[in-house]
């Protein structure tokens, strides 16, 4: 009896660690995560109209070349900003804020603006490149592995000559915002 009370225990005990044994499976996954560098959105040059005359409009090519009846010299730049960020990765660029019009410094002046163009390449030198949404928070994905990319923006102003904001002599402002963000 007592012998097969110790077989009968053995064959439980083995049974037992044969049934955990099947009842158990274990496998793994890994945690991962790729940490990328800073990204930033850095100023190169304002959108500036140099002097214009109050009886035209004047534009700012992408190129950063002026035009319009309303050329009166002064200095003429594209507006572009440089977006810095990990090589190998895609950002979405968003113009955040295109402002109409721009604002005088005589109170109540305004001078209307309307933004002709932005596109985007990997120079900081104006000229062709890809378009970008000027549509107020519609973001553009830039499919560009390049570590820094430049967007550029071209406008025309249009002095308003009669009624409410009427534009007045004096210096007009306005701050374009541009965001971005990795995709």
Known sequence: MKTTMKLFAALTIMLGFTVTSFGQIVNNI??????????????????????????????????????GPGSAGGTVTAGCFRVDKTTGTHVDVTFTTLPTPLIGSVTGSTLPITYDAATWNTSVSVGAGTEVSLVPNTPTQIDDSSPSVWVHLAGTVNPKTTGTGQTVVGTYTANVYLSAVYN
């Not at 945690?31 to 190169?44: P, Q, R």
């Open 30 to 67: 890994a945690a991962t995560a790729n940490v990328l560098g800073a990204l930033s959105v850095n100023k190169v040059t304002d959108l500036a109209f140099g002097n214009v005359a109050l009886a035209g409009s004047k534009s700012v090519s992408i190129e950063g070349l002026a035009s």
